[in-house]
Nanobody, 123 residues
């Protein structure tokens, strides 16, 4: 396993969670990183991305202002802070390393994936 995601759980709407993604066996300090999620019965979708040095980040409208991606290259770790969670945020969350230095909204631009961590938000 090269990317290990953790931090998911069952929470109530309006609360927060922080997901972590730790890289092992190799480093991704020069790769863009992304978080995706896959709700039940739906396709995997982009929720956050960050460039190799953290200088650029991006979010789709449904999570903008509530989710924050960050990275600590010294620790080979990427984080996803999720605030004001909603039931529609319920999904399996995956971290991924991009092929290049920038992030992408397209999952085909990522070639390393973590195993996923379940986030369930109750109303």
């Amino acid at each position: 396993v090269q990317l290990q995601a953790s931090g998911g759980g069952l929470v109530q709407a309006g609360t927060s969670l922080r997901l972590s993604c730790v890289a092992s066996r190799r480093t991704f300090w020069n790769n863009g990183m992304g978080w995706f999620r896959q709700p039940p019965g739906k396709e995997r979708e982009f929720v956050a991305g960050i460039s190799w040095n953290g200088g650029f980040t991006g979010y789709p409208d449904p999570v903008k202002g509530r989710f924050t991606i960050s990275r600590d290259n010294a620790k080979n770790t990427v984080y996803l802070q999720m605030d004001n969670l909603k039931p529609e945020d319920t999904a399996v969350y995956y971290c991924a390393a991009a092929r290049g230095a920038s992030y992408s909204v397209n999952r085909r631009d990522y070639n390393y994936w973590g195993q996923g961590t379940q986030v369930t938000v109750s109303s």
